[in-house]
């Protein structure tokens, strides 16, 4: 383009060499360069914020999965707790059952022995009567850390005798 001034130059200023023109398609390619740049740039920008969107996507997934497995976990532990809070009760009383069980073995037993050394016959009352006797004694000897096997039938015979 030409002015009075003389050529027209980069974006119309004049140029006092009078390449114009050429300097405006150095320009126009230098900002279509640019325009390529920035559109690449804008298309990476893009696939970027897609990919950061579908990781977004599986993290919710991996949390809500992870909530789940720790729901699960929580509740089996509740649940293991309550069976050992369970097995425990029933330990302890299968314990006393046992205790008890002994105990009732060793009167019966040392009943059985003294009946039998002294002959006597068998009455019901009698029975009921040295029973609770027995009873009382092995008790009292538990009681004094005497293991209920060690009781003995000689420390009974005097006490059994005397009703």
């Known amino acids: 383009m030409t002015t009075s001034y003389g050529q027209a130059g980069r974006w119309g200023q004049i140029t006092p060499n009078g390449r114009g023109w050429q300097d405006t398609i150095a320009a126009a390619d230098i900002a279509l360069g640019e325009a390529t740049r920035i559109q690449r740039g804008v ?26 497995y720790r729901q699960s976990h929580a509740r089996a532990v ?44 068998l009455v019901p009352a009698t029975l009921a009567l040295h029973r609770g006797r027995v009873a009382e004694h092995v008790l009292f000897q538990q009681g004094k850390g005497v293991p209920i096997p060690e009781i003995s039938l000689e420390e009974l015979g005097a006490e059994l005798l005397q009703y």
């Open 43 to 68: 298309r990476d920008n893009l696939k970027l914020h897609q990919q950061l969107r579908e990781l977004k996507t599986e993290l919710r997934k991996a949390h809500a999965e992870l909530d789940r």
């Open 78 to 121: 509740k649940n293991l707790r309550q069976c050992e809070r369970e097995s425990d009760k029933q330990v302890s009383r299968l314990q006393e059952q046992v205790h008890n069980l002994r105990l009732r073995h060793r009167v019966y037993k040392l009943m059985t022995e003294h009946y039998a050394l002294t002959a006597l016959r």
